[in-house]
T-cell receptor, first 115, second 110 residues
Framework: SAVISQKPSRDICQRGTSLTIQCQVD?????MFWYRQQPGQSLTLIAT?????????ESGFVIDKFPISRPNLTFSTLTVSNMSPEDSSIYLC????????????FGEGSRLTVL | QKEVEQDPGPLSVPEGAIVSLNCTYS??????FMWYRQYSRKGPELLMY????GNKEDGRFTAQVDKSSKYISLFIRDSQPSDSATYLC??????????FGTGTRLQVFP
């Protein structure tokens, strides 16, 4: 299994500001995934981050709004830019692993509230 | 129509009850079916995994997949207060990304 640490665990932000979330994994992984979990909605994949290349964004998510860095095989950041109250959500970092095909390990999440 | 539908609950049951959690889906290409458990203020963790149709049992938990009906279930026997959490179903086709349900919040009271 993988141990994933996220910072911050929670934050309250002002409209129009940006916040960067950090994700650290205890082992080297090829792909890291960023998810959003909004109240009453499905866990939704934002983007896949590969080391050494641009992140791949899912439909509905764009790099200008959610820039991602992946400087090495154990670390990634997700920035939520120019925040609005609609960005209030839990953001989760995850990696593949385990024995089941497609099994994901998740961090504890970063709970953002935008005022 | 969402690809995966899951009743959000909340579902409240007494300790010792049998709990049934369900998801329906529309994509017949789905072959991998999972149940994740998410405690409050924690990330989801994999609870059960099934490939294709059939049943799988692990202790008090049983996962069922009925591909003909596009319906999956998770049964919890002798439920405990420690089972109180949100249960997310998730599924995927071969090499595709996981699609999650919205999660069902379960409360088991003593």
């Amino acid at each position: 299994s993988a141990v994933i640490s996220q910072k911050p665990s929670r934050d309250i932000c002002q409209r129009g500001t940006s916040l960067t979330i950090q994700c650290q994994v205890d082992s080297q992984v090829t792909m890291m995934f960023w998810y959003r979990q909004q109240p009453g909605q499905s866990l939704t994949l934002i983007a896949t981050a590969n080391q050494g290349s641009e992140a791949t964004y899912e439909s509905g998510f764009v790099i200008d709004k959610f820039p991602i860095s992946r400087p090495n095989l154990t670390f990634s950041t997700l920035t939520v830019s120019n925040m609005s109250p609609e960005d209030s959500s839990i953001y989760l970092c995850s990696v593949e692993g385990g024995q089941a095909n497609g099994e994901l390990f998740f961090g504890e999440g970063s709970r953002l509230t935008v005022l | 129509q969402k690809e995966v539908e899951q009743d959000p609950g909340p579902l409240s049951v007494p300790e010792g009850a049998i709990v049934s959690l369900n998801c329906t889906y529309s994509n017949s290409a789905f072959q991998y079916f999972m149940w994740y458990r998410q405690y409050s203020r924690k990330g989801p963790e994999l609870l059960m995994y099934t490939y294709s149709s059939g049943n799988k049992e692990d202790g008090r938990f049983t996962a069922q997949v009925d591909k003909s009906s596009k319906y999956i279930s998770l049964f919890i026997r002798d439920s405990q207060p420690s089972d109180s959490a949100t249960y997310l179903c998730a599924m995927s086709a071969l090499t595709d990304k996981l699609i999650f349900g919205t999660g069902t919040r379960l409360q088991v009271f003593p």
